[in-house]
């Protein structure tokens, strides 16, 4: 049952989000960013998703981090992630069993906002194929915790998706929609993959009770929503994360 605190209209911190830039400077200068203090990567493929109305180029820093503490990042080719989320999870679907067969192991994901949702589901979907899925600031309680004015993007997504006749449903983003993808993000998670949740409670975009569930090892870090994915702490608990054992090893 959502509570009233989810129910209630929520602005968000618009102005508080433009601090992503301050993040992504202490980052630089800061001793995670060569690799000190962090677990070395076992050469694991990592699958990286972008979040909503994001593409892949907004995770180039983080793609370049992890392979130099040692493991294999690959974008999924995503322009923006405004596309029917079925389709989209089918995109990262693909480049998960393409990995799998290359490696002959199973790999990792991550993804930030919207890009956690796809993480989650993927991993629920095909346990055999993925060991850790790591969400940065996606709400993973029931995808809408989200601020008014993002409510607001998504309506508009959702209008020129149904414009243009690549909504194969009238619910499409919408909670109510029987797609692949919302089947496999409400399915309980297995217990063959390691989630981890990282948020902060300055989320000025998404309402942060909601990454905190359960099943997860939920980490929390100081920072922006957008920030996430360039903060040094949420680095820091990535690596951590990608270097715990496999579920069941």
């Given at each position: 049952?959502?509570?009233?605190t ?34 070395r ?6 699958v ?32 923006f ?15 998960v ?139 820091r ?13």
């Amino acid at each position: 049952m959502r509570s009233e605190t989810q129910d209630a209209r929520w602005w968000g911190r618009p102005l508080a989000e433009t601090r992503w830039a301050l993040e992504a400077s202490r980052l630089l200068v800061d001793p995670v960013i060569v690799g000190q203090g962090v677990p070395r990567g076992d050469g694991r493929a990592v699958v990286l998703i972008p979040g909503f109305l994001a593409g892949d180029q907004t995770l180039l820093m983080l793609a370049g981090w992890l392979r130099s503490i040692g493991y294999r990042p690959q974008l999924c080719g995503f322009a923006f992630n405004v596309d029917c989320a079925d389709r989209a999870l089918e995109r990262v679907e693909r480049t998960v069993v393409r990995l799998h067969a290359r490696q002959d192991r199973r790999v990792a994901v991550i993804g930030h906002s919207r890009g956690g949702h796809l993480a989650r589901a993927v991993a629920a979907r095909r346990p055999e194929l993925v060991s850790h899925a790591i969400s940065l600031g996606a709400d993973l309680q029931d995808l809408y915790g989200i601020s008014a004015p993002t409510k607001g993007a998504v309506g508009a997504a959702r209008k020129a998706l149904q414009a243009s006749r690549r909504s194969p449903s009238p619910s499409c983003f919408r909670r109510g929609c029987s797609c692949g993808f919302m089947q496999a993000y409400r399915r309980p998670f297995p217990e063959a993959v390691r989630l981890t949740s990282i948020y902060s409670r300055g989320d000025g975009v998404v309402r942060w009770e909601c990454s905190v569930v359960p099943e997860a090892d939920c980490i929390e870090v100081t920072g922006s929503h957008i920030g996430l994915i360039s903060n040094r702490k949420s680095y820091r608990a990535i690596a951590r994360a990608l270097a715990s054992p496999e579920a069941g090893a």
